[in-house]
């Protein structure tokens, strides 16, 4: 598979929320407003990867993924990355963050942060591997009382 990289367009927006709530359990996928919220924050940035995918009703690239990150200064936020299933362990979110992380960079970012559930082992591997480490607990931070590592990374 193909993919390539590209910043978000506004008439993305749709394709991002379906996205997100097949990537996540109701309860934490982000509704049409916190989405359209999120891309609209000061210092807001959004890549997007796309792909011809075979065997599809209409020929041309789709969107598999995306990353929303934030930034205030010196100090970014990725938060979301969300990859379709189907497009997984392929380098995709790879190449997400790694797009999203010189963005930050060219922006004047030093340090970025997430948060990651904590029983969520295949996420925390992705991000320690990618450089990030465990920096605190936040407790209750999910829904249903799911708490979270705070992790960050510096540039």
Known sequence: MTYSLRPYSPSDLETLY???????????A????????????PGADCVVAEAVVENISEPGPVIIGFCITARLRAEGYIITMDVLAAHRRQGVAAALL????????EN???????ETATDNDSAIA???KHGYRKCGIRKHYYPGGRDAFSMSKTL
């Open 98 to 105: 790694a797009e999203a992380e010189r963005r930050l960079s």
């Open 126 to 128: 992705f991000w320690q």
């Open 18 to 28: 379906e996205i997100d709530q097949l990537c996540y359990p109701p309860e934490i």
């Open 108 to 114: 004047g970012v030093s340090e970025v942060g997430l």
């Open 30 to 41: 982000y509704s049409r407003r916190e989405l359209r919220n999120y891309l609209r924050f």
